[in-house]
């Protein structure tokens, strides 16, 4: 018979070994080429310091604890909520060094060095921030376990974006998800939010 044009299960297995054999001895040269004495960290528990809302924190973690873990198990900052866990709902959104971020999609160990800002650092029972402000005077929010990851979200968005159009924060805000369905309310707390902030004329 005659062979066909394309792959067949043999070629596709041949092909494989090879790939895993060349595979191998790829990780092996890389592993040659390391710098001897380079830092390891872990597989236990090391020492960390955060920036966390304009402090330092020391603590001890593993280093393939994330950062929504590393604030909510160990230091009780429990405003940003674990959810989804796989980088997809923003619920766990924080800012680092102003850019938001999802904190379940980062190790805490490789925050170091980085300015971190949870919900918990924009506002206090004295005075709200005028994003929290504008999320409640437009009800944008119903069970309000995405809250917390919104507001911060839409702070990191307007400090980029201080004059947003309708259509903008749609699209700046569309990595965070609310199964309650309050984004009419969460777009019009963006806009206003953007007037108090920085006194923009938005649509």
Request: hydrophobic share 35%; glycine share 14%.
């Amino acid at each position: 018979m005659s062979s066909r044009k394309g792959f067949s299960r043999r070629g596709f297995l041949q092909g494989a070994g090879v790939g895993g054999v060349l595979g191998t001895g790829l990780l092996e040269r890389e592993a040659e080429a390391a710098p001897a004495g380079a830092a390891v960290a872990g597989p236990g528990a090391v020492p960390i310091t955060l920036n966390i809302n304009g402090k330092p924190v020391n603590l001890t973690v593993e280093p393939r604890v994330t950062l929504i873990d590393a604030l909510r198990e160990h230091l009780d900052i429990t405003g940003a909520k674990r959810v989804c866990d796989r980088g997809t709902c923003g619920a766990c959104t924080v800012l680092l060094n102003g850019k938001s971020v999802y904190s379940c999609s980062v190790l805490a160990i490789d925050a170091q060095g980085k300015s971190i800002e949870t919900i918990e650092g924009m506002t206090s029972p004295e005075k709200m921030h005028p994003v929290s402000q504008a999320f409640w005077e437009n009800d944008a929010q119903q069970c309000g376990y995405c809250t917390s990851g919104f507001v911060v979200a839409c702070k990191g968005f307007l400090d980029e974006n201080p004059n947003p159009t309708e259509e903008d924060v749609k699209h700046g805000l569309g990595g965070n998800l609310c199964r309650c369905g309050t984004y009419m309310g969460v777009r019009a707390a963006a806009l206003q939010a953007a007037k108090a902030m920085h006194g923009g004329k938005n649509g």
